[in-house]
């Protein structure tokens, strides 16, 4: 229960799209359809936003929208299997989306589908701790019993008859109660991990870990519900490893302020594994917004620094840095990170390509791939390339890598904020995320553009940043 989740060529643009989607289909992904043997997933109740969910081996990404999980009725995503009998689930929230302070994500044992449903329901929301809620009578009221903590929190349900208990832990060994309810429900009941964004209108999303289901028998007073949706086919077991790419424009945000503190207050809020950020201008600058993510999150954050320009940023252990001076002649040099992901090497390059001419960033991009040609897979880039997605220079990329935006949108887990334009980091998508077609492990399961905007309009960059999830198996 403590277990943490944590080349080919083309001659001609359409060529190079097809080899794009050819690849992107080639690769196992994890989409919406790929659960657990015996799960499913689905909306409950109202939604503007369809949710989605996708997971393996324990660990989860489920995205929900939903004005709340309470009052009479809910909205919601769920993803979900039977549990015939007493019985618990457990898991670690690692991660919520803060669209709401009320934002929530947990683990549910609920009678039926219906918005209206009796359930039981251990939660950590995105800033009012965590709790245990329960609705004990169908199209009732709603309680809720609360308690300490925030994401990275262990949540545990228990049924034992028809006595709902809900726990919480730090370390996923020693729990404290939060509450507990009597709720009349039949032998057989729903069972699984539920977010609602808390903001109608808004798809939140939330990172489990260590998800189980335990079936202890017992109970036998009442018929089973209705079966639930047909069982989707086994998916391949992994890990959830979070990419984010982000131009900070020199840690200046519109109002022309230099803020180091805004910059990392938005990367905390993304919960990245990997950091990758252009426009550092020197090792002061680096150290400042190294520090900065630090104060913030509250672990160490090893760095890689290319000298000038480009920055990787790291929670996980660094086994290896170097830089690739994929332009001398105008001095650009991307950064170069090597760590280890679920038992996987991931090398990751950092790069800003030239904004002069098509030719220059064919050259530097063609550059950038040869030096990651010396890492063993899985071979990430990242960075701005100023280009427009199917240009020439996107298809040398393209020829061998595979965009992760494109890949998310394929398979429905590509998470744009409204009025910004399809995947656009600025004025248009000129920022990518790509990881090799010859890193078979690895593929994407969500990608989401963050609207860093505050209360006044302003954004904390001229730039948009870009969070890539893989699925790293």
Known sequence: MNRRVTPGVCTSWLACLTLSLLAILAIPTIAAAQLPWGWASRDIGSVANAGNAAGGDGGFYILGDGADIWGTADGFHFAYRSLTGDGEIVARVNTVDYLDAWSKAGVMMRESLAPGSKHAFALVSAGKGTGFQRRPSTGGATLHSGAGGGPGSY????RSGNNFDGYVSGDG?????????????????YVGVAVTSHRY?????????????????GVTEAAPPPAPAPEPAPAPSGSFLRVLHWNTQHLRGADGLYNPGRTAYWIAAAYPDIVSLNEIDDEWMAEEIRSALTAWTGVYWNASFSGWGNLILTKLPM???SVCSFNPGARRVAAHMRTVFNGREINLYSAHLATDSTSTRIYEVSNVQSCAYNSNEARLMAGDFNMQPFSAEYNVAAASYSDAWLAAQAIGMGQNYSGNCDGCTRNSRIDYVWASYSAWFMSVAYAQIFDTRDAWGTMASDHKPMLVVYSVR
């Open 173 to 189: 060994y020693n729990w404290s109660w939060v509450g507990g309810e009597y709720i009349a429900m039949p032998a057989t009941i």
């Open 201 to 217: 209108g808004g798809l939140s999303g939330a990172l489990f870990g260590g998800t189980d289901v335990r079936e202890w028998g």
């Open 319 to 321: 086994y290896g840095s």
């Open 155 to 158: 949540v545990r349900l228990t």
